[in-house]
Structures are given as C-alpha cells and as structure tokens.
Nanobody
Framework: VQLQASGGGLVQPGGSLRLSCEASGLALDGYTIGWFRQAPGKKREGVSCLSSSSDDTYYTDSVKGRFTISRDNARNTLYLQMDSLKPEDTAVYYC?????????WGQGTQVTVSS
C-alpha cells in the first residue's frame, strides 16, 4: 500500500496550490481520507478530512473558506485545493486514509508560502 503525495512547492502569499495524493494497493473508495500538516517545531495537526461516503467534511478553523478537500475514486486520488495561502500555512503536508484499524500515510510534500 502506498500513498504518493505531490503538488507542494513555493508560492507567494495569496496564491494557490493543489495537492494530490494517489493511492496504490488499496481502493480509496470506502476510506475516510484526510490531510494533515506539520510545521517546524510544531505538532502534526489535522487540516481536513472527508468521510468515505463524501457526506461529511471537516476543516480546521484556520483553513475554513480557503481549502477544499475532494476525492476522485476513479483515479484513486485525493486532493486538497488551497487558495488564499498565508505564510502560516507553511508546513509539510501529509495525506492519510483510514478505515477502522487500518491507517495509511503518504510521505509528505512541502508547502512554503513566502514572498
């Protein structure tokens, strides 16, 4: 099982990025998916998650209205659209898929927001 995250990079404040996370070895359909991030010197925090049925979403307060989580089951890929980026969004972003006791993590992709 592998989750391959991509799409990170350097962007100016106010800019946008779209993170992708392609799964192999498992079908994302049926899994709750999520994105987490860890800034230097800070604990990993949950950014957003989407239920297996795609009926329920969660966003941490600091990203509400700016980030959008989605999935494409046909491509077995989850996404995080990030708009109006701020310097405080700088972190390594990790994708996650879980179902019951099964939890899988991607390798992380660096997002840096700086002028």
């Amino acid at each position: 099982v592998q989750l391959q995250a991509s799409g990170g990079g350097l962007v100016q404040p106010g800019g946008s990025l779209r993170l992708s996370c392609e799964a192999s070895g498992l079908a994302l359909d049926g899994y709750t998916i999520g994105w987490f991030r860890q800034a230097p010197g800070k604990k990993r925090e949950g950014v957003s998650c989407l239920s297996s049925s795609s009926d329920d979403t969660y966003y941490t307060d600091s990203v509400k209205g700016r980030f959008t989580i989605s999935r494409d089951n046909a491509r077995n890929t989850l996404y995080l659209q990030m708009d109006s980026l701020k310097p405080e969004d700088t972190a390594v972003y990790y994708c996650n898929a879980r179902r019951g006791p099964q939890v899988y993590w991607g390798q992380g992709t660096q997002v840096t927001v700086s002028s």
